[in-house]
């Protein structure tokens, strides 16, 4: 079971993985995973997750290791 929180064609989705967890992705536009989490136990952790990106997201410090 998948749970979509849309934006602006952008959005999170929570998923469950084979082993009874949930993981999040970022989802653009066009459909493609942009980013996706490590694993939670309890699906409260995945939406506190997206919670603190949306949070947290825009004052991040951008580190360029490239």
């Known amino acids: 079971m998948t749970r979509d929180e849309t934006g602006t064609g952008y959005r999170f989705e929570i998923?469950?993985?084979?082993?009874?967890?949930?993981?999040?992705?970022f989802v653009a536009s066009n459909g493609e995973t942009m980013v996706r989490s490590e694993r939670y136990?309890?699906?409260?952790?995945?939406?506190?997750?997206?919670?603190?990106?949306?949070?947290?997201?825009?004052?991040?410090?951008?580190?360029?290791?490239a």
């Open 15 to 25: 998923a469950g993985s084979s082993d009874g967890q949930f993981y999040v992705r």
């Open 41 to 65: 136990k309890a699906k409260a952790s995945a939406v506190n997750a997206i919670e603190s990106v949306k949070t947290n997201g825009p004052d991040a410090e951008l580190v360029d290791e």
